[in-house]
C-alpha cells in the first residue's frame, strides 16, 4: 500500500472506485435527498480533490492522498489544518479493500507526515456506529470520547 498526490488520472481512478464499490454516504456529505451516487456528489468529489492539491498551506489547509494497493486505487486519506499544531484526519475504503488493515496503514502513514509537519496532535472524528474507524483508531492509539449524537471524537497525542 502506497500514498499517491490526487492527480487528474489517480482523481479518475478514486472517482470510479468511490462510485462503483463505496457507498455515497462513506465518501461525501449528505448533499441530497437521495442516498446513492448522483452527479452533485460526483462532482462533489472531484472538486474537493481538486481544491486540495495546494496542500495544508493551500486555502482549504488540507491535503488528500489516494490510497493504492496493487488492485489499483481503494480509497483516499486526508490531513486538515484544524488549529496550530492541530491536524484533522480521515479515510475511507472501497467495500472490497476493508477488512485488511489498509485503513490503519494509509493512517498511520498519514499520521507519520503529521509527526514530520510538527503537529502536536492528530484528530478524528467518527460514529459509535462505524465499528471499523473505531477498531483502527484504537489499533493507533487515538484517545477515544463519545459525544452526544452517537458522535466520536478520536485524539491522538504526538
Do not use: Q, Y
Not at 19 to 39: E, R
Not at 99 to 125: I, Y
Not at 139 to 150: E, S
Amino acid at each position: 500500500m502506497i500514498l499517491v498526490e490526487v492527480d487528474e488520472p489517480v482523481l479518475a481512478r478514486l472517482v470510479r472506485a468511490a462510485t462503483t464499490d463505496a457507498a455515497a454516504d462513506d465518501v461525501t456529505p449528505p448533499l441530497t435527498a437521495d442516498s446513492g451516487w448522483t452527479p452533485a456528489r460526483v462532482e462533489w468529489l472531484r472538486r474537493f480533490h481538486r481544491d486540495r492539491r495546494a496542500g495544508l498551506g493551500g486555502p482549504a489547509g488540507e491535503s488528500t492522498w489516494g490510497v493504492v494497493t496493487a488492485d489499483g486505487v481503494v480509497g483516499s486519506v486526508r490531513l486538515k489544518r484544524t488549529a496550530e499544531g492541530v491536524l484533522e484526519t480521515g479515510v475511507w475504503l472501497t467495500r472490497t479493500a476493508r477488512g485488511r488493515g489498509l485503513g490503519t496503514a494509509a493512517m498511520a502513514v498519514a499520521v507519520r507526515k503529521a509527526v514530520e509537519l510538527g503537529a502536536r496532535e492528530v484528530r478524528a472524528d467518527t460514529t459509535v456506529a462505524n465499528v471499523g474507524a473505531l477498531r483502527l483508531l484504537r489499533r493507533l492509539g487515538f484517545t477515544l470520547a463519545r459525544a452526544d449524537g452517537g458522535a466520536v471524537h478520536g485524539l491522538l497525542r504526538l
